[in-house]
């Protein structure tokens, strides 16, 4: 069974920093990733990573956050930088068993409960 638990949230200011963990369990997840959902909006894509280090990132955050992971750990992390209002969502850990990047939620078999960053003007 696999599980995932996302940690990191925060209330901060606009322009300071973040970084969320997602810690897994349960087998190998070659693909993991972010998403985050804001109040009456669909849930989106923010970065994800493959077992070998690919990555891929939305436009909205290329170059303020960078993902990483931890192979041994399972876990993956999301350094955010430079944080903005519009940044404001809870953001979600999730994961596919299938080698291969993707934007769409729907092609993600594993999903964290979520963590709440909320990011004040």
């Known amino acids: 069974q696999v599980q995932m638990v996302e940690s990191g949230g925060g209330l901060v200011q606009a322009g300071d920093s973040l970084r969320l963990s997602c810690a897994a369990s349960g087998r190998t997840l070659y693909v993991m990733g972010w998403f985050r959902q804001a109040p009456g909006k669909e849930r989106e894509f923010v970065s994800a990573?493959?077992?070998?280090?690919?990555?891929r990132y939305a436009d909205f955050v290329k170059g303020r956050f960078t993902i990483s992971r931890d192979n041994a750990k399972i876990t993956v992390y999301l350094q955010m930088n430079e944080l903005r209002p519009e940044d404001t969502a809870v953001y979600y850990c999730a994961a596919r068993t299938v080698n291969t990047l993707s934007i769409g939620p729907e092609r993600y078999d594993y999903w964290g409960q979520g963590t709440q960053v909320t990011v004040s003007s």
């Open positions: 990573i493959t077992w070998n280090g690919s990555t």
